[in-house]
């Protein structure tokens, strides 16, 4: 355990740092799982829609250090390819 206390108070905003980064990225994937449920069940209007909130979302992760830029593209492009591949 830490004595000092500016080494307490980084384990203090790390922990806070953690959890945010953490709840972030769990959004970003229930918000990707239903881009997927909507491609899945065949509805482009919803996946569409479903689409543009997760890219919004995954871009904001990548602006504040959540997400690497290039993991952020890869996984809006992947979405996207997915998403205009359907009929």
Not at 23 to 32: E, R
Not at 34 to 61: N, Y
């Amino acid at each position: 355990m830490a004595n000092i206390k500016s080494a307490k108070k980084r384990i203090l905003v790390n922990q806070t740092k953690a959890m945010r980064n953490k709840a972030v990225k769990s959004k970003i994937k229930t918000l990707v799982k239903k881009v997927e449920a909507a491609i899945t069940s065949g509805d482009k209007a919803e996946a569409e829609a479903a689409l543009k909130v997760a890219t919004s979302e995954i871009s904001k992760a990548a602006s504040k250090g959540i997400f690497h830029k290039n993991t952020a593209s890869r996984k809006i492009s992947r979405l996207t390819l997915a998403v205009n591949k359907m009929a």
